[in-house]
């Protein structure tokens, strides 16, 4: 009688993406800003293709980072406002379970969508065709990742003030391995070399972060619902 | 069934639940009363294991109520102030995935407990376009399709017109000689039949 | 079952307050005069470095305050986890005395570092593994007091921040590991200064000074730790006693 766990993943995923489809500007904003930050940066350094290139794996993975901050918020704080986060906690089904569903959720409405518009903003900053699959690549990955960190950063600033400012300090320090190997992924993907090595260490981030950041993530919703 | 012993509960500096004890059984309602601010809401959080209380223990069935949590929390329908439901979802979807995460649910079913809570006529209207009244329903039909043993309602009768609180009344009567228990925390007093109604007064709980 | 006595003792505000009282002195003896031995080997006694002239003795200040650094963290995770899993008040008590502390050690840390570049590289800061590491350390730190001051209910902000330490623990060597691994790809490995390098006299204060920012950490971490529980625990019984 009661729900199964596939059941259980279906519904949380099902439910998330109808209400995104029910409020396709927000899914949209991510996006946009990305691509704002993309533009800022020639505007302030240079419109020289050549230097560019040289900044694009920074700019492209800040701008990435930024982006998927911005998104965080939509992971957990309008359920925690209308109550049923709190459902979910009381549903007697493993919550670290349905929070992984919305995280993967999340990062099929946000990480992933920027990892598929990214050419578009890279092809500016100077980066050769050659390197869009990989650069693809490692941002879906390092996204995948930073979407499951953002997870327990997301459920720890529920019950804080001014939680939208504390969000971005709390990620971006946990977020620097990610960034480190997935800037180098990309410039190596620019030089022309292969990514292998920097892919495997992103997967490996991924992994750990999909067998401890839900479990995380549940803690401090838990604490955060108090 | 539920035993609640010398619950002790500090919200900040604040003694809310100071040493809340009491008993239930199957087929019985405990009202809980006392003015704003009394702990009514706190208490019960406390005992749906939402809220760690400081000192005491809440047990179901014999058993610690937190150390059996997902056990508890599958014979549990809680309700609070507002009625938890995605606004941008109709009514009918909200039970279906708020129901379908704990127990596979059919169609029919949903829309029986519609019907029987006087929600039909606006069950598929997304939530948002519906008043606090109307939204109250449709969380009450989701607390009768829960199919829980026990209910944890705060101020379930809130937002509603006279019949609604009647339909309130009824539910729980009917929750109760199913067998199971019933929580609620009120302001007036519900109209119900006498005979297995306890009240729990919790201004009157000294420190 | 001696020991869970002896265990149980330290989940009791009133003891640990009586026990910070009576330790917290003799840490505080045993640091300043380890402190002064160190300083009096490392300024006094060991011959300056055959490079960096007398430059180098910033490590008696800089190589301590990084390991602290570290090891403070390390502390407030443990007593935060002892904190969220065995429910002590003082636990979490500790874990928010220490944040301050580690802090300022990285601060330190940085500080010194930076005093230390002008005369080895000639500027002030360089992105030089260790000193990036700390610099998103401190970033932890911050975070981490941040949070603890972001929400309001005192218990779900031990629980929370409990959380988010336990987290940064596990993320702190993945971090350092990325750092290091970033250097590498883009200058050779620079060390301000290396074991190897140093003979004995030189050694053995650096050895001492370790030791004196221990008990230094120690001391100060008793005397916040009775302010912790003293705000903590304004309105319960035994302070009055114990102020009377």
């Given amino acids: 009688m009661k729900a199964s766990p596939l059941a259980v993943a279906r519904l949380v995923m099902a439910r998330d993406l109808r209400l995104a489809f029910r409020k396709p500007s927000q899914l949209l904003q991510p996006l946009m800003f990305f691509m704002i930050v993309a533009t800022l940066f020639p505007l302030s350094l240079t419109p020289e293709m050549s230097r560019l290139r040289d900044a694009a794996p920074g700019v492209l993975w800040i701008g990435a980072l930024l982006s998927s901050l911005l998104a965080l918020e939509f992971l957990f704080r309008e359920d925690a406002q209308d109550g049923t986060l709190e459902q979910f906690a009381l549903s007697g089904q493993s919550l670290t379970w349905m929070l992984f569903a919305k995280t993967c959720v999340h990062w099929l409405l946000t990480g992933l969508p920027l990892a598929l518009f990214a050419p578009i903003a890279a092809a500016g900053l100077g980066v050769p065709a050659e390197a869009m699959w990989s650069m ?91 | 069934m539920l035993k609640v012993s010398g619950l002790h509960l500090w919200r900040g500096d604040r003694h809310v ?73 109709t009514g009918r979807e909200n039970l279906h995935f708020a129901i379908g995460i704990r127990r596979a649910v059919t169609p029919a079913e949903i829309d029986a407990a519609l019907t029987r809570t006087n929600a039909q006529p606006f069950a598929d209207r997304a939530v948002r376009t519906l008043s606090a009244g109307q939204r109250r329903r449709v969380a009450l039909a989701g607390v009768l399709l829960a199919g829980a043993v026990l209910w944890l309602l705060d101020e379930p009768t809130t937002n509603l017109d006279a019949d609604g609180k009647k339909l309130v009344a009824t539910l729980i009567e009917e929750q109760i000689a199913r067998g199971g228990i019933v929580v609620a925390a009120v302001h007036q007093d519900l109209d119900l039949a006498a005979g297995r109604l306890v009240t729990l007064d919790l201004s009157g709980i000294a420190a | 079952m001696a020991t869970w006595t002896w265990f149980h003792r330290f989940g009791s505000p009133p003891w640990v307050y009586g026990f910070a009282a009576r330790w917290a002195p003799w840490f505080g003896g045993a640091a300043v005069l380890a402190m002064l031995v160190a300083l009096y ?104 007091m941040g949070l603890r001051a972001g929400i309001e209910d ?72 009775r302010a912790e529980l003293l705000r903590r625990e304004r309105n319960a019984s035994w302070i009055r006693e114990v102020l009377a």
């Fill in chain 1, 136 to 226: 693809v690549a490692a941002l879906a990955l390092g996204g995948f990742a930073l979407s499951l960190i953002g997870a327990i950063t997301a459920g720890l600033t529920l019950g804080a003030r001014r939680g939208g400012v504390l969000l971005s300090l709390l990620t971006l320090p946990l977020a620097v391995p990610i960034l480190v190997f997935g800037a180098d992924a990309t410039r190596e993907a620019i030089m022309g070399g292969t990514i292998l090595p920097q892919m495997q260490i992103l997967g490996a981030i991924a992994i750990l972060g999909v067998t401890l950041a839900p479990l995380a993530a549940a803690a401090a919703v838990r604490i955060g619902l108090e």
């Fill in chain 2, 17 to 89: 639940l100071r040493g809340v004890s009491f008993d239930a059984v199957a087929g019985q309602c405990v009202l809980l009363t006392g003015r704003n601010g009394a702990g009514k809401t706190t208490l019960l959080r406390a005992i749906a294991g939402l809220l760690d209380p400081e000192q005491g223990e809440v047990n179901w069935r014999g058993v610690s109520a937190r150390g059996s949590r997902d056990e508890f929390h599958s014979e549990l329908a809680y309700l609070g102030h507002e009625a938890p439901l995605k606004g941008d979802l």
């Fill in chain 3, 154 to 225: 005192p218990q779900k902000a031990d629980k929370a921040s409990a959380v988010l330490a336990i987290v940064g623990v596990v993320n702190l060597p993945i971090i350092h590991y990325s750092v290091t691994w970033w250097n590498s790809l883009h200058q050779p490995p620079s060390r301000l200064i290396g074991e190897a390098d140093m003979d004995w006299s030189m050694v053995w204060p650096l050895l001492v000074m370790f030791l004196a920012f221990f008990l230094y950490f120690g001391w100060v971490l008793l005397i916040r730790l």
């Fill in chain 3, 41 to 144: 080997g490392g300024l006094v006694l060991a011959p300056p470095d055959y490079q960096q002239k007398d430059a180098f003795r910033i490590v008696y200040i800089h190589a301590p305050s990084a390991t602290m650094s570290m090891a403070v963290y390390s502390t407030m995770a443990v007593a935060a986890a002892v904190g969220l899993i065995w429910r002590m008040k003082v636990a979490h008590a500790a874990a928010a005395a220490c944040a301050p502390i580690g802090a300022w050690f990285t601060v330190a840390t940085l500080g010194t570092g930076m005093l230390w570049g002008k005369p080895m590289w000639g500027a002030y800061w360089v992105w030089d593994p260790r000193l990036t590491s700390e610099l998103v350390l401190l970033f932890l730190y911050l975070g981490y």
